[in-house]
């Protein structure tokens, strides 16, 4: 399967997966911590985070869009798709890019109809204070 791509600065892992998933390969679930993750703040995962997460959500789509007619095949991108979008709104909430965050839930209904999406588009533009009330 070729490894790792050279192209991607950061959730290279991811795409690897989803080429092995492409090609048929089975996956295990081991219910257990095997390794330790230490994420320092300048490390790619977090300074790339955004620009990980949107070269990740072009490969969801490509990945979708290459299997119109297998059901399953469409909804596991489409979860990703939906779990991606969460994570980069929440991104943008935390630095105080409301706009930011409401469009970018926008765009993941339009991308895959979701109408949860449509809620919390509104819902990034309510200010904290405002909701805590």
């Given at each position: 399967?070729?490894?790792?791509?050279?192209?991607?600065?950061?959730?290279?892992?991811?795409?690897?997966?989803?080429?092995?998933?492409?090609?048929?390969?089975?996956?295990?679930?081991?219910?257990?911590?095997?390794?330790?993750?230490?994420?320092?703040?300048?490390?790619?995962?977090?300074?790339?985070?955004?620009?990980?997460?949107?070269?990740?959500?072009?490969?969801?789509?490509?990945?979708?869009?290459?299997?119109p007619?297998?059901?399953?095949?469409?909804?596991?991108?489409?979860?990703?798709?939906?779990?991606?979008?969460?994570?980069?709104?929440?991104?943008?909430?935390?630095?105080?890019?409301?706009?930011?965050a409401?469009?970018?839930?926008?765009?993941?209904?339009?991308?895959?109809?979701?109408?949860?999406?449509?809620?919390?588009?509104?819902?990034?533009?309510?200010?904290?204070a405002?909701?805590?009330?």
């Open positions: 399967m070729g490894g790792f791509s050279r192209t991607w600065r950061s959730w290279e892992d991811w795409e690897l997966f989803l080429r092995y998933a492409g090609a048929g390969r089975r996956f295990a679930y081991i219910d257990r911590p095997l390794a330790t993750l230490v994420i320092s703040p300048d490390s790619l995962h977090v300074a790339d985070s955004l620009e990980g997460q949107r070269t990740m959500l072009a490969c969801l789509r490509r990945q979708r869009a290459a299997f007619a297998d059901g399953e095949a469409r909804r596991a991108p489409r979860r990703g798709i939906r779990r991606l979008r969460r994570r980069m709104g929440w991104h943008h909430i935390d630095h105080g890019r409301r706009l930011a409401c469009v970018n839930y926008l765009r993941a209904f339009l991308e895959i109809g979701d109408p949860e999406m449509l809620l919390r588009a509104g819902v990034a533009l309510v200010p904290k405002i909701r805590k009330s």
